[in-house]
């Protein structure tokens, strides 16, 4: 696997066809773009998260050179926290560990190449799957918020988790 920066031309279209349900799109990007997905709302949110927060999107390619994953990633300069956002596998790659790699690679290059000393990310509670994908890698919840996104008629509460460059052994 290696990880390198999202194209638009070639990306797209793969990651749209990861979110094709409305709960996995709730659960992916708290309804921050629209359902389905387009092309020009996703466009305008990486912008945004740019511009306001400097993310930059990567994605995770595999051996067969097959976009797998994706997420984003920025980087406050005064505490070097980071921040992943966006993360999500393949459909027909989850369960198989490719979650875990392809984060493995992302807090390589943010304790390496960034020199963060820590870095964070949100999930939901419902988002199980995930949760135990970060906690495999090494993250910790530090807090949670309680009913944090309303889905339909559910409340949603986000977990707030984080690695420490000294814990991650990756």
């Not at 020199?115 to 906690?135: D, G, I, P, T």
Request: include cysteine; hydrophobic fraction near 30%.
């Amino acid at each position: 696997m290696k990880i390198r920066k999202y194209d638009e031309n070639n990306d797209f279209d793969i990651i749209k066809s990861w979110v094709d349900n409305e709960y996995t799109h709730a659960l992916w990007c708290a309804c921050r773009t629209s359902f389905p997905l387009e092309r020009e709302g996703f466009e305008r949110l990486l912008g945004e998260i740019k511009e306001n927060c400097g993310d930059e999107p990567f994605c995770a390619v595999d051996d067969d050179g097959e976009t797998v994953g994706f997420f984003c990633y920025s980087q406050t300069p005064d505490t070097r926290e980071g921040m992943l956002k966006f993360v999500i596998v393949s459909n027909n790659r989850r369960g198989r560990g490719l979650g875990r790699e392809m984060l493995t690679y992302a807090l390589r290059l943010a304790f390496g190449e960034r020199q963060a000393k820590s870095v964070r990310l949100m999930v939901f509670l419902q988002n199980e799957r995930a949760r135990r994908c970060y906690e495999s890698v090494g993250f910790k919840v530090r807090h949670t918020e309680r009913d944090a996104f309303c889905y339909k008629n559910e409340k949603w509460s986000r977990c707030n988790m984080v690695i420490e460059k000294e814990d991650f052994s990756g």
